[in-house]
């Protein structure tokens, strides 16, 4: 968030947003800056949990279970990447990665180890709430939707926990890959293009460039059991054959 311009807190309006009393642990080891950070969210309506290493984080977040988790990815004692790996074996909300520019980490990365997002420090805090606000509206969606009828497929959708099954056996998948496979199977028999997956999973339109899309298509069809379950459509987007 660097040199942005941050309100003071004599100037700070409480403002009311769809998610009022949402819960927020932001990990981030720069005391004031996730001070600044905090109290800007916690003026849009948000509670939010400072946590300043990585070894307390995982230990804090799967006892508290917020509904969003903002992740520093340089963090003392355990860096963000070993904190999203060990978080995934219970924690099942969003987590939206921030990473300095300039840092080797691929996005990729981030994504196939259980990250959901990520914004390069610094962050304009416009945007980091707008990204809060995207990632919260798609997580309710997912609890709210019922799953519906698979009495006629070989694969099982548990939307709350974003988990996948076929046959009974479990596909073990990233959130994001999860996210990408319902859309894919709930549009099934149509083209999901480039821009629906690019929506489906940050929440961002497609910008004609970003590769992000097709690689996560491609770790998707690894773990999926043998057979043509996705078919590329050329110049389109990609199908769900079942």
Sequence with gaps: MGNQSWPSLENILIMQTDFEYATISLVEDDAGLAELTATYLESHGYSVDIIVNGLDAVKRIPETNPDLVIL???LPGLDGMAVCQKLRQSFYGP????TARGDSIDEILGLEIGGDDYLAKPVEPRRLLARVRAMLRRQTTDISTTIGNQSQSDFRFDKVKQE?????SRVELTQPEF??????????GKIVSRDDIMKTIRGIEYDGVSRTADILVSEVRKKLPQGEWIKTIRGQGYTWTE
């Design 164 to 168: 996948v099954y076929f046959q009974d």
């Design 179 to 188: 996210r990408l496979l319902l859309c894919l199977k709930e549009a099934q």
């Design 72 to 74: 520093d990815i340089m």
């Design 95 to 98: 987590i939206l990665f921030l």
